[in-house]
Antibody, heavy 122, light 107 residues
Framework: QLQLVESGGGVVQPGRSLRLSCAASGFTFSNYGLHWVRQAPGKGLEWVAV????????NYADSVKGRFTISRDNSKNTLYLQMSSLRAEDTAVYYC???????????????WGQGTTVTVSS | DIQMTQSPSTLSASVGDRVTITCRAS??????LAWSQQKPGKAPNLLIYKASRLESEVPSRFSGSGSGTEFTLTISSLQPDDFATYYC?????????FGQGTKLEIK
């Protein structure tokens, strides 16, 4: 079945880096754009970044621009989020999600992972 | 950047009620709006895309409407499984953005 599985979360000190991964199965990975969305404890959803199906385009939330990098390896069916210069306010559950639109980034997000928790604390 | 504002933030209702949640965009987003449902400790679940198109396998008691800057999500007859938090999300332009959420509680 359609599945996204995140990994790589943990506790990290402010200013350090962390890389999240999202492994996909059950669909043609290279046909879909992919998003990262995060949710701070007790808060709402925050869109973080998107990468197009072929990796040709990326976009970021202002809050992470210049610090986070989204990438993908279509040969490994895996999405990544490289996070650097982490701050306490980056503490959240990070979800990867598939764009519903084939070969696009829109029409909402129809497949989600279970989330991985990132805690930034000294 | 486009700001999305949902109202109300919390809604108390009973099983069988008809409820409506509103989402307003700070500028026109045409029909590029999605609605999702999230239950505690779980990932969100897509309900509606393109403002009014029902995602497959989503019950027909859910419906969406609107265009431009004002949108609504309506649940025609609340079921026990519907008590959750609902989010709108615009995908008209980057950065994409979510509303702050509407928590639907049992009265």
């Amino acid at each position: 079945q359609l599945q996204l599985v995140e990994s790589g979360g943990g506790v990290v000190q402010p200013g350090r880096s962390l890389r999240l991964s999202c492994a996909a199965s059950g669909f043609t990975f290279s046909n879909y754009g992919l998003h990262w969305v995060r949710q701070a404890p007790g808060k709402g959803l925050e869109w973080v970044a998107v990468i197009w199906y072929d990796g040709s385009n990326e976009n970021y939330a202002d809050s992470v621009k210049g610090r986070f990098t989204i990438s993908r390896d279509n040969s490994k069916n895996t999405l990544y989020l490289q996070m650097s210069s982490l701050r306490a306010e980056d503490t959240a559950v990070y979800y990867c999600a598939r764009a519903r639109a084939v070969a696009g980034a829109g029409d909402g997000m129809d497949v989600w992972g279970q989330g991985t928790t990132v805690t930034v604390s000294s | 950047d486009i700001q999305m504002t949902q109202s109300p933030s919390t809604l108390s209702a009973s099983v069988g009620d008809r409820v409506t949640i509103t989402c307003r965009a700070s500028q026109s987003i045409s029909i590029w709006l999605a609605w999702s449902q999230q239950k505690p400790g779980k990932a969100p679940n897509l309900l509606i895309y393109k403002a009014s198109r029902l995602e497959s396998e989503v019950p027909s008691r859910f419906s969406g409407s609107g265009s431009g800057t004002e949108f609504t999500l309506t649940i025609s007859s609340l079921q026990p499984d519907d008590f959750a938090t609902y989010y709108c999300q615009q995908y008209d332009s980057y950065p994409y953005s979510f509303g702050q959420g509407t928590k639907l509680e049992i009265k």
